[in-house]
């Protein structure tokens, strides 16, 4: 093959894969080396256990810090005094210790379910607004991801039992 033959060849080739690249979105989390969301959320200065395991995907603009996770279904635990619930999809705006707007995380507390709205790390402590008041806790509570189901207090058993009836 003489080297006109192979440029004809290899320009239109990566055009293509140009285009593909540019359009295709590098901040889904995949087992290929890529970060997680729960990488993200380090990088933004906040714990891991801010999210629920099995978070499945999940979207930022760099630029605006625009995000959405993804989650295969609504999760949701007890613990403590609180019953935590997440949409499939969670989303906001996050920058360094700040994730604002939120959208897909409820919180009960007694018989009353609040939207959490925003959510700010300031020192030790994760400070959780629902609009009409906040909560406080220490930011070791958060060092591990929860569990849809049963939260941090998870057997195998119990897993399985709330697994199977919600």
Same mark, same amino acid.
């Given at each position: 093959m003489d080297s006109a033959t192979l440029l004809r060849f290899l320009i239109p080739l990566a055009a293509t894969l140009f285009l593909i690249l540019? +359009?295709? %979105?590098?901040?889904? !989390?995949?087992? +290929? /080396?890529h970060p997680t969301p729960y990488d993200v959320l380090q990088d933004f200065d906040f714990p891991i256990g801010l999210l629920?395991? /099995?978070?499945? /995907?999940?979207? =930022? %603009?760099?630029?605006t810090g625009k995000f959405s996770a993804y989650l295969n279904d609504t999760c949701s635990f007890s613990e403590g005094l609180y019953k935590l619930k997440? #949409?499939?999809?969670?989303?906001?705006?996050?920058?360094?210790?700040? =994730?604002?707007?939120?959208e897909g995380v409820s919180v009960k507390?007694? +018989? =009353?379910?609040? %939207?959490?709205? #925003?959510?700010?790390?300031?020192?030790?402590d994760i400070d959780f607004s629902v609009g009409v008041g906040k909560a406080?806790?220490?930011? #070791?509570?958060?060092? #591990? !991801?929860?569990?849809?189901?049963?939260? =941090?207090?998870? !057997?195998r058993r119990q897993a399985r039992k709330l697994m199977e009836n919600p």
């Open positions: 540019i +359009h295709s %979105n590098p901040a889904y !989390s995949d087992d +290929h /080396g629920p395991k /099995g978070v499945k /995907g999940y979207q =930022l %603009n760099q630029t997440y #949409e499939p999809t969670v989303k906001g705006y996050i920058s360094k210790g700040k =994730l604002s707007s939120l507390f007694f +018989h =009353l379910w609040m %939207n959490i709205v #925003e959510i700010h790390r300031r020192g030790n406080a806790f220490p930011i #070791e509570y958060f060092v #591990e !991801s929860p569990q849809c189901g049963c939260g =941090l207090n998870c !057997s």
